[in-house]
């Protein structure tokens, strides 16, 4: 099984270059989530969806894009992207609320 | 909003000592899950609990949950250097599926 695949693993970008991160499941998974990790700082929810057609905002939505047209996918778009957004962001899903989230590989992001 | 802090920071170990992270809560939690991340990898879920003073363990591992559910505990018997990593605790919120970590402790074990 594949899991949660993320796609690129790298990506260089400059300021004001717009750019969307994707995340696919094959689990069937309802839930699905986007976080951005930085150090010490944990991992922050940027944006949420608990199905197909449904999103909400996490805790530090400013300056990202999320649709959810398929139970599989769930992109993240940069609008314009600002060296505050280099990080390492990371996918994940669950099948219910309450069950162990399974998170990709992660996208490795630096903004020039 | 609601949050937790997860304390220390940072925890380096002489391999065969034990190690204990904290996560603290100013509210009542409904429940609390473990993770632990590799260097350069991706969290991986360890367990949940969800009762008052639910005590769980996995081999070394023993998971707390305090009697008023405010705090968690993650105890790591006789490390070893396949220990090293950081570990988070993540409160779920609500039915939404939406999960807010804790800081995570870093621990680095001595061979």
């Known amino acids: 099984n594949a899991g949660v695949t993320q796609t690129p693993k790298f990506q260089v970008l400059k300021t004001g270059q717009s750019m969307t991160l994707q995340c696919a499941q094959d689990?069937?998974?309802?839930?699905m989530s986007w976080y951005r990790q930085d150090p010490g700082m944990g991992l922050r929810l940027i944006h949420y969806?608990?199905?197909?057609?449904?999103?909400d905002q996490g805790e530090v939505p400013n300056g990202y894009n999320v649709s959810r047209s398929t139970t599989e996918d769930f992109p993240l778009r940069l609008l314009s992207a600002a060296p505050s957004q280099t990080s390492v962001y990371f996918c994940?899903?669950?099948?219910?609320?309450?069950?162990?989230?399974?998170f990709g590989d992660g996208t490795r992001l630096s903004i020039l | 909003g609601q949050q937790v802090m997860q304390i220390p920071q940072y925890q380096h170990v002489q391999e065969g000592e034990d190690f204990t992270t904290y996560c603290n809560s100013s509210?009542?939690?409904?429940?609390i899950q473990w993770y632990k991340q590799r260097p350069g990898g991706h969290p991986v879920f360890l367990i949940q609990l969800v009762k008052s003073g639910e005590v769980k363990k996995q081999k070394r591992l023993t998971f707390q949950f305090g009697e008023a559910k405010k705090n968690s505990s993650l105890h790591i018997t006789a490390t070893q250097t396949t220990d090293v990593g950081t570990y988070f605790c993540a409160l779920l919120k609500g039915n939404t599926g939406k999960l807010i970590f804790g800081q995570g402790t870093t621990l680095q074990v001595k061979p």
């Open positions: 994940a899903s669950s099948g219910t609320a309450n069950q162990p989230q399974h």
């Open positions: 969806s608990v199905g197909a057609g449904i999103t």
């Open positions: 689990m069937n998974h309802e839930y």
């Open positions: 509210t009542t939690l409904s429940n």
